[in-house]
């Protein structure tokens, strides 16, 4: 413990006010997620990726990872946004043992329809909040956070 370097008390207050906000932000824009469209944060951002892609399709490796999600935990909801008709799997001609995730006409159409209650909602519990220099400075910091996991 010796050789730990303990984060000073502005690092501490950075990070406990990191994981405050994100989690605050999170739950409050899944909550409006949930009322406008009952859809999980997670299942959105499913939609986008898939929504984002030319093909609107992506592997499910690929979508797994974009996700940080395990195999197990993606194919279940995979699964459950099947069953509501968003998305459907597809077997890769060139290579049987890959899969994709493929967004349907009715997924496009749902995230279509949500996006704009979703900018809202984190224009509401975020964005305004912040003026435009912070959302700057956030947006620079959280980038090289993000691209210091290359380094991992």
Do not use: N, Y
């Given at each position: 413990?010796?050789?730990?370097?303990?984060?000073?008390t502005e690092e501490l207050r950075m990070w406990r006010a990191f994981i405050d906000a994100s989690t605050g932000v999170l739950h409050r824009v899944e909550?409006?997620?949930?009322?406008?469209s009952d859809l999980s944060f997670e299942d959105y951002e499913v939609l986008v990726h898939l929504s984002e892609h030319p093909e609107r399709r992506l592997r499910m490796t690929d979508l797994r990872e974009r996700l940080v999600s395990s195999k197990s935990g993606l194919t279940l909801r995979v699964d459950r946004m099947s069953d509501r008709g968003l998305v459907r799997?597809?077997?890769c001609d060139e290579d049987r043992?890959?899969?994709?995730?493929?967004?349907?006409?009715?997924?496009?159409?749902?995230?279509?329809?949500?996006?704009?209650?979703?900018v809202r909602s984190v224009r509401?519990?975020?964005?305004?909040?912040?003026?435009?220099?912070?959302?700057?400075?956030?947006?620079?910091?959280?980038?090289?956070?993000?691209?210091?996991?290359?380094?991992d």
């Open positions: 413990m010796a050789d730990t370097p303990w984060l000073t909550a409006d997620l949930k009322a406008d799997r597809e077997q043992r890959t899969i994709f995730t493929v967004l349907t006409d009715e997924g496009f159409a749902t995230i279509k329809r949500i996006a704009p209650q979703h509401r519990h975020l964005v305004d909040a912040l003026g435009p220099a912070d959302v700057t400075c956030m947006a620079d910091a959280l980038q090289r956070v993000t691209a210091s996991f290359d380094d």
